[in-house]
T-cell receptor, first 114, second 112 residues
Framework: GENVEQHPSTLSVQEGDSAVIKCTYS??????FPWYKQELGKRPQLIID?????GEKKDQRIAVTLNKTAKHFSLHITETQPEDSAVYFC?????????????FGKGTKLSVKP | GAGVSQSPSNKVTEKGKDVELRCDPI?????LYWYRQSLGQGLEFLIY????????KSGLPSDRFSAERTGGSVSTLTIQRTQQEDSAVYLC??????????FGPGTRLTVT
């Protein structure tokens, strides 16, 4: 089955710097890669997602890149702000098929220092 | 509109007791998922319902865990003979087929 590895487990940056979180997946059939942000004590919320037919997607300060050949994808946050501090999870899925569940990485705790 | 809701928000139970956790998905969402999040860990898939199809139970950790979804809407996750290692936050999510998953607030289960 699918396995998702996520690095680093913790990341500390200064406000205004960029943050990059990387994930690798094992199942070449996976075609949907969402990123969730989870603030302390709250539910995970989708911040951006990418499908295997594109290599990059951007939404304001957040971007995701996908390399299908290498089976890895990354989250990029530019101009970080203290409110970006949270745990970020990557996930992979075979989108639209009978297997709808997400396989998650173990998360990255991002701390943005003012 | 209303999001995914779960009840109870917190549940403390004694080892060996049975518990039932409830999930109300977003109206019209055909897919419903249960995940488990242990302290400081990622989300572990448990079970997936899609419409009237047989559920995907491949993530259930043992036969003490079961779930049902009545009328294609509300779902109940049941844990029998709870053990301390069952302590975790149980998250429910729902989606339209092949679309973004929306998570509920979770039920924090503590087994003493």
């Amino acid at each position: 089955g699918e396995n998702v590895e996520q690095h680093p487990s913790t990341l500390s940056v200064q406000e205004g710097d960029s943050a990059v979180i990387k994930c690798t997946y094992s199942d070449s059939a996976s075609n949907y890669f969402p990123w969730y942000k989870q603030e302390l004590g709250k539910r995970p919320q989708l911040i951006i997602d990418i499908r295997s037919n594109v290599g990059e997607k951007k939404d304001q300060r957040i971007a995701v890149t996908l390399n299908k050949t290498a089976k890895h994808f990354s989250l990029h946050i530019t101009e970080t702000q203290p409110e970006d501090s949270a745990v970020y999870f990557c996930a992979a899925s075979i989108y639209g098929g009978s297997q709808g569940n997400l396989i998650f990485g173990k998360g990255t705790k991002l701390s943005v220092k003012p | 509109g209303a999001g995914v809701s779960q009840s109870p928000s917190n549940k403390v139970t004694e080892k060996g007791k049975d518990v039932e956790l409830r999930c109300d998905p977003i109206s019209g969402h055909t897919a419903l998922y249960w995940y488990r999040q242990s302290l400081g860990q990622g989300l572990e898939f448990l079970i997936y319902f899609q419409g009237n199809s047989a559920p995907d139970k491949s993530g259930l950790p043992s036969d003490r865990f079961s779930a049902e979804r009545t009328g294609g809407s509300v779902s109940t996750l049941t844990i029998q003979r709870t053990q301390q290692e069952d302590s975790a936050v149980y998250l429910c999510a729902s989606s339209l087929l092949g679309r973004e998953q929306y998570f509920g607030p979770g039920t924090r289960l503590t087994v003493t």
